[in-house]
Nanobody
Framework: QVQLVESGGGLVQPGGSLRLSCAAS????????MSWYRQAPGKERELVAA????????NYADSVKGRFTISRDNAKNTVYLQMNSLKPEDTAVYYC????????WGQGTQVTVSS
């Protein structure tokens, strides 16, 4: 059974940091590209960051470049999103996604940036 379980969300003040984790099981994690998406209320889901299965090549949305870092640990079947210098506009539900022939999604974790 495929599972992607996100964790690490919460409430943080502007300028703060959070580290999201997404633990994968039920498929060969190292064969899949991994990505983080987010969806704010009333908005479409958008790609935040992605990392390839081989070589660890990354790409980021312009809005998070220089603040967020995606990484993966294939030994732990986990992908991370380090989020620094958080802004209120980063408030959203964050989802991880595994992509290859099929796409798998996690259930999401809420990130709220507010003073």
């Amino acid at each position: 059974q495929v599972q992607l379980v996100e964790s690490g969300g919460g409430l943080v003040q502007p300028g703060g940091s959070l580290r999201l984790s997404c633990a994968a099981s039920g498929f060969t994690f190292s064969n899949y590209a991994m990505s983080w998406y987010r969806q704010a209320p009333g908005k479409e889901r958008e790609l935040v960051a992605a990392i390839t299965s081989v070589g660890g090549i990354t790409n980021y949305a312009d809005s998070v470049k220089g603040r967020f870092t995606i990484s993966r640990d294939n030994a732990k079947n986990t992908v991370y999103l380090q989020m620094n210098s958080l802004k209120p506009e980063d408030t959203a539900v964050y989802y991880c996604k595994a992509s290859r022939s099929y796409a798998y999604w996690g259930q999401g974790t809420q990130v709220t940036v507010s003073s």
